[in-house]
């Protein structure tokens, strides 16, 4: 289990920010479980979690997320639970809800998907 603040040696809540392919450095540990609650991590870009191809849960409860790009959490088939409670109003893609896990933990939190279109 990786604990971002523990491992990292940032106290809870000073992590703004998860750039692309940050989580690199430890995919080959094998990590099942990022809690990265009560930051002020706004947005998470393509490739946030990039090669953690065991990750199971991941907890972003409590930050100030207002948007999720479409490929956030691609590429990462154990994904099991993503917490977003108290989180704010989040635009996500329609891929959060379909297809990238099984539970989706929400509350205290304004969700927005868009439609999705069938041609």
């Known amino acids: 289990s990786f604990v971002g603040q523990a491992t990292s040696g940032l106290p809870v809540g000073s992590l703004a920010s998860i750039a692309s392919g940050s989580f690199l450095p430890v995919a080959y540990l094998g990590v099942i479980e990022i809690k990265l609650f009560a930051n ?28 999720i790009d479409k490929d956030a959490f691609s590429g990462l088939p154990s994904l099991q639970t993503l917490w977003l409670g108290c989180s704010g109003s989040v635009e996500a893609p329609y891929q959060l809800v379909y297809f990238w896990c099984n539970s989706l933990a929400v509350s205290y939190t304004h969700l927005t998907l868009p439609t999705k279109r069938i041609v």
Do not use: M, R, T, Y
């Open 40 to 67: 002020k991590i706004k947005a998470l870009p393509a490739g946030a979690f990039e090669g953690l191809k065991s990750l199971e849960l991941v907890d972003l409860g409590g930050n100030h997320l207002n948007q």
